[in-house]
């Protein structure tokens, strides 16, 4: 199969922890010049660029707030600057807060589209001026959550349904660019945003795990390998799809 990835460059959103770590350090394997964004996770995104570079990958971190609008100039700046390309934008970056609709307050409601609907806006905006007349890749990271929410998870649900109705709207807009929009959306997965929640170990976790066919949680892995297929050439023909990866939970 050829993925045909080798020398493309590729920024990662969120890619200090979790999902967005895997799917840079399988992107960088796969011989993708790879940009790891975060936010505050200073450490965390040099200790994923360290592990990328040791393997013989090429890769840097790059703070940038997805919610505004100068740092993320500042990213495709800093990242075509030092790479002289890019080609895949993985729109990874996203928070969830689970609890009953009393306690959303106007503070959660907005924190969740911001970071989970505008950052992407704003990544996809800047993305366009700099991808090469020959076409590029975006990639939304959803949440099997958009088709499937669950009680205490109205305002993320909606956060991740707007974001695949924006992927098939920005895969119809931009196919005449030869620009591919897809959705991955992983079902419950093994990061650092899912230990914080503190469900690991408890009834809450045998509940997703009972949830899941497959029989265990996903690894940040499991999504990465989608992600990597998604982008490259194997995958040319298909845009504006939402595939989930979630070992079967609907
Ligand atoms: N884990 C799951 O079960 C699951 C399931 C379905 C979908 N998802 C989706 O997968 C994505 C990753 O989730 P995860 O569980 O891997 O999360 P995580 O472990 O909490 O990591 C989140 C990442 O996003 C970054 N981030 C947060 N706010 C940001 C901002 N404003 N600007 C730039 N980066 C920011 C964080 O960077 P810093 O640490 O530097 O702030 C971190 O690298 C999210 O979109 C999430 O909704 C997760």
Known sequence: ?????????????????GIGAGIAKQLAKEGVKVVVNYASGESDADKVVGEILSEGGIALAIKADVTSASDVKRLF???????????????????FKFGPIESV???????????????????TQEALKYFPATGGNIVN????ASQNPTANGSIYAATKAALDAMTVALSRELAIRNIRVNTIAPG?????????????????EQYMINATPMGRLGQPDDIASVVVFIVSDAAGW??????KASGGLQ
């Open 1 to 17: 199969m050829n993925l045909n990835l080798n020398g493309k460059v590729a920024i990662v959103t969120g890619a200090s922890k």
């Open 77 to 95: 700046e800093k990242a075509h600057g030092t790479f002289g390309r890019i080609d895949i934008l993985v729109n990874n970056a996203g928070i």
């Open 105 to 123: 307050t106007e503070d959660v409601f907005k924190n969740q589209f911001n970071i989970n609907v505008w950052g992407p806006v704003l990544t």
């Open 141 to 144: 990271i959803s949440s099997s």
């Open 188 to 204: 419950p997965t093994v990061t650092e945003g899912v230990k914080e929640m503190g469900v690991l170990g408890t009834d809450a």
């Open 238 to 243: 298909v845009t504006g799809d939402r595939i």
